[in-house]
DNA sequence: ATTCATGTTGCATCCGAAGTCAAAAATGGC
DNA sequence: GCCATTTTTGACTTCGGATGCAACATGAAT
C-alpha cells in the first residue's frame, strides 16, 4: 500500500499539505516542495500551476517538517532579563524588525529573575533555534552550553569573561567619562553616583569608570545602589542627600529611569532647581529622557545601529559556523539637555 | 540494514537524538520518548536510568519532530502593533510570564504598520502555532483566516466586528465616563480632547465615550487628532489653546503618553499650573504615569488581571476546540493623581 | 537522425520523536 | 508452582517536506 493518505480537506480547515497541493496539481510532492524553495530546479511553468494550486488550498509549508529535514529553523532566541526596564523594548523593537527582514522568527524569552536563566536554557533547547541574541548575564557555563551546541550567540550590552562570545555593546566607559569630563569642566566637586545592582554587567562599568575618572580628579564620590528603576533614583537621591549632608553638585545615575527619579525627587522634596543647584545625568537615551519636562543630561545608545550590528553578526554566524568571536563597541551619543551644567 | 545511523559526537556537540540515548541506556528508541512523556507506561527505574544517559549526552527531545508528530507546536504566536508605545511593554511582559507558565513558548511579531499584517499572516502559517495573542488590528478576514485553520486567537483590547473572535479588553467607555464625570462634578465647562489615530479600535472607543457624556451635559469639546506617543500630546496642547483661544478648563487624552506630553506643554510652553489652571487626563495607566513630576489622573487598565485572562482563555480553547468566542471586559481602576481637580 | 548537454521530474529515503500493537516481563492469587 | 492480570517494552509506522539519484524530456550540435 503506497504511502498515500491525504489529509481529507476538513470542514473549514485547512490541513492541506505537499500531497494535496501535489495531486491536486498533478505532480509529484517532490516538485511542490521545489516549487516552495527559491533556487531550485523547476519549470516556471511547473511552478505556476503548482502556486495556483496552493493558493487554492491554503497551502503553507509546515515549518516543522523543513526544519526537521533542513536543520534549520529561522528561529532565533531573543533572551530579555527585564521588559519593563525602559530601555529594552526599544531594543526588542528594532531587534525583532531586523531579524524579521532576513527571513527570521523570534523566540522571545523573559526573564523574571536571573536565577531563571538555567530553567530558561531548557525551554531553548528544544527548538534548536538557529541562533540566540541575549541580553541577560549569562554566566561563562552557560555561554559554553551554547558554544557546545553549535549555536552562535550575540550578548547584548554584556560581554564574555573566560568563554568567548561575540558581543554588541556601547561603550559605558567611555560615555561614563565623558560625562564626568563635562561636570568637572563645568565645576562640579561633590559627587554622588546612584548605581545599579552589582549583577549588572553594564551598571558595573558604569559605575567603575565614574569612580575612576572622579579619582583621577581627586573626588571620591557617595555612593547609592538601587535597582535601576525610577523609584530607585527617588530613593536613591534620598539618601545621598542625607550622607553628604545636602552638600550635592553632581548626581550621576547610571540609567535614565534613576536620574529621573532624582531629578522629581530633587525638584519635588527637596526643591532645588535643576540644573542651577543641582546638575542630575543619566544613561541610555530612553524615550522619556528627552521629553520636555525633565530634557535629561544623558549618553545616547545608537540602539538601531546596535540592533543592526547584532543581527548582522548573529546571520554571518549563522551562515558561516565557527567564525572567531567579534566585539563590538558603539559609541554612545552625548545629549546636552538641561538637566546638568557642562563645561 | 536496520536505521541505526547513530548521530556521530560531533567534536564539542551535542546533536544527541533519542537513539543515541537508547543506545547509551541500553533500551529502545520508544523507551526514551516515554521516559519524556509525563504520565507515559514506563518504569521508574528504566526512566531513571534513561534520564541519566540523557544528561550525560545533554540530550532533549527535538520540539520539531515532536511538533511534526503530535501537531502540538507549544508555541503561541503574540502579535503587538507598536513595541515603542509605553503600554505595550508591560502587556508583552506579563504574556510571556504566563505563557512560560503554563509551558508555551513566545513567537513574536511586531509591526511596523498595520499594512504588514497580512505579509506577517504568511510568517505564522508555517509555525503551526496553537494560538495567538493579538493586540494589533485585524480586519475581518483575517480574523477568519484564524478561524478557518483551526487556530484560537484572542484579541487584546480589540473586538471582533462581524467574525466572532474572543477577546479581553478594558472598558475603555466606562472609565472615560469616569473621568468626565469627575470632571464635570468639579466644574470644569471648556473641554479639549487630544486623541489617538482613526485607526485604533481602543482610541475610538474612548473617545466616542468621552464625546457622547460630554454631550450629555451639553458641552461640545475641542478634538485634536494625534498618533498616541508624547509628541502628539505637546502639539495636541497647542493646537486646543488656539482653537479654544486659550480658554480651557480641562484635557482629555486617550491615552498616557499623550497626556504627559500635554503636561510638559501646558507648564513649559504656556506656563499653566496643572492643575490648578487645567485639568488634563490620561488613559492607561502606564508606568510614568505614577512619577512624581507627573502623578497624572488617569485609568489603570488592570494588565496584570487582563494578560491572565487572555491567556488563561487562550489555553482552554487550545485544550477545547470548538468553544463559542467569549468576550471579557474588565473594569480600570481610576488613579486621581494630582494633574486634574476631580469632583 | 544521432549524440550530447542541459533542464525537469518522480521515486525513495531521511530527519527525530510519538504512538500502536503485540510480545515479554512482572505481579498476584491460589 | 501455575495461570491470569497488569505493566513494561521494543519493532514498526507515522507526521510533512527536502534531497540524491536516476529517468526522462528538450533542444542544440554534428
Redesign the pocket.
Known sequence: MP?K?L?EAMPGGS?A???DVAELAG?????V??A??KGA??????REKIMRAAKQLG?Q??AF??G???RRTNLVAVVISNLTNLYYPEVLAELTQRLSAVGHRVLLFSLASESEIDEMLGLIWPYRVDGAIIAARLKDDQIRQFNDRGIPIILYNRVGEAEPAASVACDSAAGERELVKHLLAAGHRRFGIIAGPQDSYVGEERLDSARRHLAAAGIEPFIYRGGFDYHSGDEGLRVLMVASGGALDAVIATNDAMALGAIDCARGAYDLTIPEQLSIVGFDGVGPATWGGYQLTTIRQPVRRMAQAAVDMLIERIEQPGMIPEQRLFGGELLPGRSARLG
Open positions: 504511502k493518505k489529509s490541513g499539505t505537499s500531497y505532480v509529484s510532492q517532490s516538485a516542495s521545489r516552495f524553495r530546479s523547476i519549470a516556471p511553468k511547473t497551502y509549508p509546515n517538517a523543513r526537521l529535514i533542513t
